[in-house]
Nanobody, 127 residues
Framework: QVQLVESGGGLVQAGGSLRLSCVAS????????AGWFRQVPGKERDEFVA?????????VYGDSVKGRFTISRDNAKNTVYLQMNSLKPEDTAVYYC???????????????????WGQGTQVTVSS
């Protein structure tokens, strides 16, 4: 059973930056691909933001964040990061970290494939 704890959310002005962290415990982190998703009020927790494979050498991004967000991981620290730059008001959401046990070192982009989720961290971007 893997537990995920996100941190780093907050209030920032448009154009600013935040870095989210997701610390994993309870499993062998190097066996899991990881991803970030977000949820706005009234919608499902299904907007794909970014994902990274087990080794950290392959990433995929949602169209709305390409060129602005960067996902990375430090397996020695069991941590996945999401660096968010050039933030926009439409980035306001609760951001969730997720982990998917993968036999191969692939990038998981579908919410349905993720096995474990964090509790979420709120990001609010003011205009």
């Amino acid at each position: 059973q893997v537990q995920l704890v996100e941190s780093g959310g907050g209030l920032v002005q448009a154009g600013g930056s935040l870095r989210l962290s997701c610390v994993a415990s309870g499993g062998t982190f190097t066996l899991y691909s990881a991803g970030w998703f977000r949820q706005v009020p009234g919608k499902e927790r299904d907007e794909f933001v970014a994902a990274i494979n087990r080794g950290g050498d392959s990433t995929v991004y949602g169209d709305s964040v390409k060129g602005r967000f960067t996902i990375s991981r430090d397996n020695a620290k069991n941590t996945v990061y999401l660096q968010m730059n050039s933030l926009k008001p439409e980035d306001t959401a609760v951001y969730y970290c997720a982990a998917d046990y993968t036999v191969q070192s692939i990038v998981t982009v579908s919410t349905a494939q993720y096995d474990y989720w964090g509790q979420g961290t709120q990001v609010t971007v003011s205009s």
